[in-house]
């Protein structure tokens, strides 16, 4: 693929958006922190399923990652640099409750997101804060995990304690991050921590997720004046891999499962009756008053969005009976993630339409190619520009058409621990040597702090 150069991006401007738009950048805990054994945090899952040869790509963890933990002022100072007023990051519960729950919560943890909080403040970016980004603690798992309905009170128990700490300074709460990831990935297909692989358990744990999102907003609210408090899903537009009857059937399938499990409880409808009844006996024990739980009001919707996915007819492939398949001549990430600007428009459009939420924002969006190191040091990532630049002109599409699009966060402040692709793939405005730990930011992150000046 021909590399865009400077000239050939979309002209957009920060001024083509409301004034009281969120520019901002997100990152999440077990992704930069490093520093797992330092300030009396306790095992993650993740610090456990990396211990597994194979699970992770090249052998790695988050056990170091961005040295973020201790190198926090100058990445807050990158934030500021690029010109954003917003930054998303999460908390780490292990660094709060290193043995998951009970009486013992750890100061030091609490303390180092007080000064990471008021280093945001300081610097005018405004913390938008992830409860959940997928770090739990490995006590907890050891007594089941999310698929124990006590795992729901301890995150209450948690976001209780965070929510009185941080609520005078911090406003925005989003519990969830992409609960379907954690929930199919960790315990379906068993390639994200806890690494398990059952049908049954990954509903019941998405069960689980869904329900202390719901009961966490009451709380949140009680403890945090001026709150506002929602959720962050993983969304992708679904398309179907040819004409035939069998595909566009496979589409509204896949949609139920991925797309509309997650939103039609969350708005009060409950479980899609389609997929309910491809899921049999497989679907997961609810109890009386769950679902009200679940549909508690929201102040707003998160989308992460990076692909559409494309789906075939799939007989015999567990109950929804559908596979993703990667359509030829298709631009895509080196990640292999196709590259489609309206489909974000199409998707976001799509959830308004079906659901209206009060407001969205786009919590996560951005890719991952092959950065090369100029002579010089330098990091001329095009494509990443690209991508970054074409998607922004999608989110003023999307605004066009009515969409209350309020906030656009790009994925990520700096490269990181890409999960079980380990330091492989690259998301960052701002390239990490991690051997030096050495901070530069590249063509993409000057062109964003371009536009937010502009
Ligand atoms: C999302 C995750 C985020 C990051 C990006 C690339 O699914 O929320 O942590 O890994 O993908």
Redesign the pocket.
Known sequence: MTQPSSAGLPAIRRSDFPADFRWGCST?SY?IEGAAAEGGRGESIWDRFCETPGHIRDGSSGARACDHYNRWPEDLDIARGLGVNAYRFSIAWPRIFPAGTGARCNETGLAFYDRLVDGMLERGLEPWSTLY?WDLPQALQDRGGWKQRETVDAFLAYTDVVTRRLGDRVKHWITH??PW?TAFLGHHEGVHAPGQKDYRTALQVCHHLLLSHGRALPLIRGNVPGARAGITL?LHPILPASASAADSAAVSRHDGSRNRWFLDPLYGRGYPADVLELLGDLAPVVHHGDFEAIAAPADFLGV?Y?FPEVVADAPGEGPIATRVVALPGTERTAFGWPVSPEGMVDLLLRIQRDWAPREVYLT?N?STYDDLVGPDGSIVDSERRSYLARHLQAARRALDQGVPLKGYFA?SLLDNF??AEGYLRR?GLTYVDYASQRRTLKASGQWYAGFLAT
């Open positions: 999440s992704q980004h991050n992409e990831c993983s992460n990076y996560e951005g994925w890409e999960w998301f």
